[in-house]
């Protein structure tokens, strides 16, 4: 089961239309730059002009600072799109 990360107003409207098999997936393939790969913790985002939502936070397994872009805006659109 997945954390779920905490988001700006704009980024959780796009994020909760997702599916949470999906949600899991997302915050399960991170990798840190000293490992092969553990997740994220301490997840924050935002959407980007874009689009797309941007996570930051550290890796569970070598404490690396991680970030996933979770392209959004092809399939939702733009941001000024969904208000």
Not at 6 to 32: C, F, H, N, Y
Request: charged share 20%; with cysteine; hydrophobic share 35%.
């Amino acid at each position: 089961m997945y954390v779920r990360p905490t988001l700006t107003p704009a980024a959780m409207r796009r994020w909760g239309r997702m599916s949470d098999a999906g949600k899991e997936a997302i915050l399960s393939q991170v990798w840190g730059s000293a490992c092969d790969g553990a997740g994220i913790c301490d997840a924050c985002g935002e959407l980007h002009p874009s689009g797309d939502i941007i996570l930051t936070g550290s890796c569970p397994a070598c404490g690396g600072k991680v970030c996933r872009v979770i392209e959004t805006g092809e399939t939702m659109g733009p941001a000024d799109e969904f208000p």
